[in-house]
């Protein structure tokens, strides 16, 4: 019997020896580039006569050129491995708003698209456009050659379809019905040209709303939208494994051969949940880029040989956070409570504990490179100021209040050094870890009450008092400041949406929302949202921020020229390029 | 026998619909709302009609008992409907049956790597008590079992596949598709290193229990050779424990192994549990645990019949 065990034994572990031996590797195949160099010599014979003297000066030149033919044939096969946080959840993209779906950006194709800071539209179906004087009407002149990757040719009136699918048919997916809030009508009065009305002008229409509409799908392949896409980007879809990864190939009949040069012909997204796996596969060579660096790691990529960091153009971004207060509930309904914890927050340990020192401290919502930020004095740390003003409001110290942390990874952490921080100001932060859906229930949407009244608006009320909130908006002042602060209807009783967990709400300040929005003159533009800043920021204080905050990537060298945009998304439409 | 095996299949079925009763009710007693999660950040909208809209487009409007009865009925016919969050459409058999396959090796190679080294280290361990080396054996049965498999995987990541590049860090697979062996020797050796801790500890206690008893002694007394009475004697008696441990670990390794499938970026059963609890897809996550338990059960009626026919005492029980 035991002889028989230990050669059971011993051949399980040879089974298992041979199988971790043999098995198929994960070697990446090195492949040789072809490129001729072809030297010429071109003997140059240069006459000079010079007149009238009868000389003739015979000048002879070498010149040695050096031409670089590159290989005719097709480009090797390339491909680029890319770690999400998580699998793609929606093929369909008007359906979306997930960052695990971030990739599918390669295979859209929108009227026109952005340029890397988010600020000014590009030519993209659309070459061309005019608009009227009035800033009303836009006429895009479509292009003539845009084939959707089933090989369909775009026309103007799939244009008005997919506008008119996205406003009404998949209005509750996605983002995309807010970004035609201010479009009346579009229509396709031929096949290559596109009108749109809007009901005011506004700044942001061609630098933000249509530019975030990039999806437009083929109309006759809508029936597989959700399995089998048909866009009209440089990528088309290749293959989807639910809850695993996601393969896109280069599309060679792209209207656009510039923007393939150089690009992968193959590119495939995984999930990596886990920010040290995320990390260890770029290390390891498995995978070329990773999204969503972790602050503790930057400095680890950094200093790995033969890794990159991508960060933002210049360093902007329009990501930011802040601390959020439940405005209309509870104890945080005291403006004094709220200008204590402004008081005693230590945003600079927040940023050096939590941050790596990577964010960039200040209380204005919008980052000190952009156009519309104004020097604004922050108020200094005072703890001590802090516990006189809950003293003076009547509280008897230290004051509890609820502070629930976000579902991001960092957010936790933040809670405990806020919590120490407070704690020298008088204030006991009692922290409420939620789940996610928790946190969007209790936070984000609310909780449903019985009647509207001073607590219950729209029938949701919320159950926090504080917590942190990280923000990526657009970097228009509209989106950063205005988006953050939406009604439902620019009213008190349609209740609340978009990111206003706080339920800040003030009529003035309504009316300076839709100045902004429907001015084009930047400097009365920067005036209305100083006014707005005041008034809320260092006024009521529904907010406090706390830093706007660096977005990165990380990558191997093969990844050349990629961006990370505003919003902390890999700026896709760019030249970047990838070498195998 | 026959009337035995009946009476454990049916105990089964009632198993399987209490099981059933219990995953329907206790995912919806799990904090949050699903169609807040699809919905997500909305903009411009009035939130609550819109969940009230997709509440009632995914059936959630209708009594709780009202659900279950749909999803029962449907079940029965093998219609587990389609994910809501894991790409549109998807059908949720095919879905959980895939990642099912993809557990499996998983599963398997731990299993195997418990096997071949926790029975050997019990043995070993088992015939010297108080020696060095069994107190070896059991630090080492501890740490496996004390050790976190997220801290033993990442661990074996970095030194492993960083560090020494003899494995890849993640995945399935090379990431341009397939399975590949070499991908699971990392993951299978996190979890086959619990294993190994929680099976040593059996196995040395079984053969300590065996080599005290009265037929090992009178073994040794009849003269046999230690190694023959260790081997042909006491261990087949200490197996039985470490059997059945084993038939029960088993069952819960396809969907145990989530902590590990999560740290290896493993597309399987675990990670898409977890997947699914957190984006409150409920149809996944009822399926998936439906999987699991059957398996379980299964495997359970398996090691029941085989001791009823190894032991006919416990047939008349």
Redesign the interface.
């Known amino acids: 019997m035991h002889k028989k065990l230990g050669l059971l034994s011993m051949g399980l572990i040879t089974v298992m020896a041979f199988a971790a031996a043999c098995g198929g590797g994960t070697e990446t195949e090195v492949r040789e580039v072809e490129v001729e160099r072809v030297v010429t010599e071109e003997r140059i014979v240069e006459v000079v006569k010079e007149v009238p003297v009868e000389v003739e000066v015979v000048r002879e030149v070498t010149k040695t050129e050096v031409v670089e033919v590159i290989a005719t044939r097709e480009p090797e096969p390339t491909t680029m491995r890319a770690a999400n946080l998580g699998p793609v959840e929606f093929l369909d993209s008007a359906k979306s708003q997930s960052v695990n779906d971030t990739f599918n950006a390669l295979m859209h194709a929108g009227v026109v698209t952005r340029d890397v800071t988010y600020s000014q539209a590009l030519p993209e179906i659309a070459h061309a456009w005019d608009i009227s004087d009035d800033g009303t009407n836009f006429t895009f002149r479509i292009r003539d050659d845009v084939l959707y990757h089933n090989g369909n040719k775009l026309v103007a009136d799939d244009l008005v379809w997919n506008w008119t699918r996205i406003r009404d048919d998949v209005a509750e997916r996605g983002r995309g019905k807010a970004h035609m809030a201010v479009v009346t009508d579009f229509s396709a009065p031929d096949d290559y040209t596109f009108d749109v009305n809007l009901e005011f002008t506004t700044p942001i229409f061609m630098s933000e709303r249509i530019t975030n509409l990039p999806y437009m799908s083929d109309p006759a392949a809508i029936s597989t939208i959700d399995t089998s896409p048909v866009y009209a980007g440089p990528y088309r879809f290749r293959k989807l494994i639910p809850g695993d990864k996601a393969e896109y190939e280069l599309f060679p009949d792209h209207y656009d051969t510039q923007r393939l040069r150089g690009k992968p012909t193959t590119f495939i997204s995984v999930p990596i949940e886990v920010d040290l796996t995320r990390i260890a596969a770029l290390k390891a060579g498995e995978v070329d880029l990773i999204i969503n660096v972790d602050f503790a790691h930057l400095d680890d990529i950094e200093q790995t040989k033969g890794l990159q960091l991508l960060d933002q153009p210049g360093g902007f971004t329009s990501s930011y956070l802040q601390i959020i207060f439940n405005y209309r509930e509870g104890i945080t309904k005291d403006k004094a409570i709220r200008e204590a914890v402004q008081y005693a927050i230590d945003k600079e340990a927040i940023n050096r504990v939590v941050f790596n020192g990577r964010g960039d401290v200040g209380c204005h919502p919008l980052p000190t490179e952009h156009w519309a930020y104004v020097e604004t004095p922050c108020p200094e740390r005072d703890p001590e100021r802090a516990k006189q003003i809950l003293t003076d409001a009547g509280y008897d110290l230290p004051v509890t209040l609820d502070w629930v942390p976000m579902f991001v990874p960092f957010s936790k952490v933040l809670a405990q050094v806020a919590k120490q921080s407070l704690a020298e100001g008088g204030i006991n932060a009692e922290i409420r870890v939620l789940d996610t859906p928790s946190w969007f229930e209790q936070i984000h949407y609310g909780v449903k009450c019985g009647a509207d009244g001073p607590e219950c608006f729209g029938g949701l009320h919320k159950t926090f008092d504080a917590g942190d909130n990280w923000l990526g908006r657009t970097p228009d002042p509209d989106g950063m400041i205005t988006n953050v602060f939406k009604t439902n209807e620019g009213t008190i009783e349609s209740g609340f949406s978009g990111n206003n967990e706080t339920r800040f709400y003030d009529p003035e300040i309504e009316k300076l929302f839709k100045a902004g929005l429907s001015t084009l003159d930047r400097d009365e533009r920067i005036r209305i949202y100083k006014e707005i800043v005041d008034s809320i920021h260092f006024d009521e204080i529904p907010v406090v921020k706390l830093q706007t905050m660096p977005r990165f990537m990380g990558a191997s060298y093969k990844v050349k020229d990629l961006l990370v945009g505003p919003r902390g998304g890999a700026y896709l439409i760019g030249r970047w390029e990838f070498s195998d | 026998m026959h009337a035995f095996i009946a009476r454990r299949v049916l105990q089964s079925l009632y198993v399987l619909v209490a099981l059933s009763v219990v995953i329907f009710f206790l995912i919806r007693f799990?904090?949050?709302?699903?169609s807040?999660?699809?919905?997500?950040?909305?903009?411009?909208?009035?939130?609550?009609a819109?969940?009230e809209?997709?509440e009632k487009e995914l059936g959630l409007d209708k009594p709780i008992y009202v659900q279950y009865y749909r999803w029962v009925t449907h079940v029965v016919r093998g219609d587990f409907g389609v994910?809501v969050?894991?790409?549109?459409?998807?059908d949720v058999r095919t879905?959980v049956l895939e990642?099912a396959r993809r557990s499996l090796p998983i599963a398997l190679?731990a299993m195997?790597?418990g096997?071949?080294f926790s029975?050997?280290l019990g043995i070993i361990a088992g015939t010297r008590p108080n020696t060095v080396i069994d107190h070896a054996v059991t630090a080492f049965s501890l740490f496996g079992v004390a050790a976190p498999s997220f801290w033993v995987g990442?661990m074996l990541?970095?030194f492993f596949?960083?560090r020494l590049?003899w494995?890849?860090?993640?995945?399935?697979?090379?990431?341009?598709g397939?399975?590949?062996?070499?991908?699971?020797?990392l993951p299978a050796s996190t979890l086959g290193i619990q294993l190994v801790g929680g099976l040593t500890r059996f196995m040395r206690s079984g053969m300590l229990d065996v080599m005290s008893s009265d037929y090992i002694r009178t073994a040794h007394a009849k003269g046999l050779k230690y190694?023959?009475v260790?081997?042909?004697h006491a261990?087949?008696n200490a197996l039985l424990v470490v059997v059945t441990v084993i038939a029960l670990t088993f069952g819960g390794l396809l969907t145990g192994a989530v902590v590990t499938e999560?740290?290896?970026?493993w597309?399987g059963l675990g990670?898409?549990l977890v997947?699914a609890i957190?984006?409150?897809d409920y149809g996944v996550v009822q399926a998936a645990v439906l999987l699991a338990g059957s398996s379980f059960i299964f495997v359970n009626l398996i090691a029941d019949i085989a001791y009823g026919y190894l032991d006919p005492r416990i047939r008349y029980q």
Do not use: C
């Not at chain 2, 807040?36 to 609550?48: N, P, S």
């Not at chain 2, 999560?262 to 970026?265: E, G, K, N």
């Open positions: 799990a904090p949050g709302n699903p807040v999660i699809r919905l997500g950040f909305t903009e411009d909208m009035d939130a609550h819109a969940r809209r997709d994910t969050t894991l790409g549109i459409g998807v879905l990642k190679a195997l790597i096997i071949v029975i050997p990442l990541i970095l596949a960083v590049g494995f890849p860090t993640s995945g399935y697979g090379p990431i341009e397939g399975f590949s062996f070499h991908n699971l020797v190694w023959a260790v081997m042909r261990l087949k999560t740290v290896f970026a597309p990670q898409l997947t957190k984006r409150l």
